[in-house]
């Protein structure tokens, strides 16, 4: 069972806009950052967000996170069927000195 | 580009010891923070520990405290994950990704998995 929450599955329509909640607890999500990350199938992961907000090179514009409490989101806009895939968040939990790593359960993203 | 590349897929005994590879080529090191996660069949990701950014040190997820270790030779740009006592349960798609930041779950990039099956 993991500590980050997500919703098993979410689905849109192509060209419309999708949400992910990852919620978690004031050790993890609340003071620390928050990283995405999409899964297509059968390949790796791949960095989507992190540091809760930051895209990494690459990624388009229409992939965008935020956080609020202990909470966080992924936003996807513009929806195409390549976006179908899993989705995971992850946090740190914990302080600097003695923590870990967290992931969500991941949630399946359909394009309908 | 920084790649990562792992050693191939592996079939292990109940009560052995896995040892994955994962070499990193196309950058510049100064230090290799690594981390390693898998993923069971079906299942989602899990966080086994890595080598801290700036740091250097290991740490590790509690529920593998004692049948894991990591390491990173610089030397070679190549990092380690040996597991033992393995178990039916340890079957999974094991990747290596770089770790960014210490206290954080900025992994990038990733290797492409290796697959490792337990079963007698």
């Known amino acids: 069972q993991s500590v980050l929450t997500q919703p098993p599955s979410v689905s849109a329509a192509p060209g419309q806009k999708v949400t992910i909640s990852c919620s978690g607890s004031?050790?993890?999500?609340?003071?620390?950052?928050v990283s995405w990350y999409q899964q297509l199938p059968g390949t790796a992961p791949t960095l989507l967000i992190y540091?809760?907000?930051k895209r990494p090179s690459g990624i388009p514009d229409r992939f965008s996170g935020s956080k609020s409490g202990t909470s966080a989101t992924l936003a996807i806009t513009g929806l195409q069927t390549g976006d179908e895939a899993d989705y995971y968040c992850g946090s740190w939990d914990g302080d600097l000195s003695a923590g870990h790593v967290l992931f969500g359960g991941g949630t399946k993203l359909t394009v309908l | 580009q920084v790649q990562l590349v792992q050693s191939g897929a592996e079939v292990k005994r109940p009560g052995s010891s896995l040892k994955v590879s994962c070499k990193a080529s196309g950058g510049t090191f100064s230090s290799f923070p690594i981390t390693w996660v898998r993923q069971a069949p079906g299942k989602g990701l899990e966080w086994m520990g890595g080598i801290i950014p700036v740091f250097g040190t290991p740490t590790y997820a509690q529920k593998f405290q004692g049948r894991v270790t990591i390491v990173a030779d610089e030397s070679t740009n190549t990092g380690y994950m040996e597991l033992s006592n393995l178990r039916s349960e340890d079957t999974a798609v094991y990747y290596c990704?770089?770790?960014?930041?210490?206290?954080?779950?900025?992994?990038?990039?990733w290797g492409q998995g290796t697959l490792v099956t337990v079963s007698s």
């Open positions: 990704a770089r770790w960014i930041a210490a206290a954080s779950a900025w992994f990038d990039p």
């Open positions: 004031i050790s993890n999500i609340g003071n620390n950052y």
């Open positions: 540091d809760t907000s």
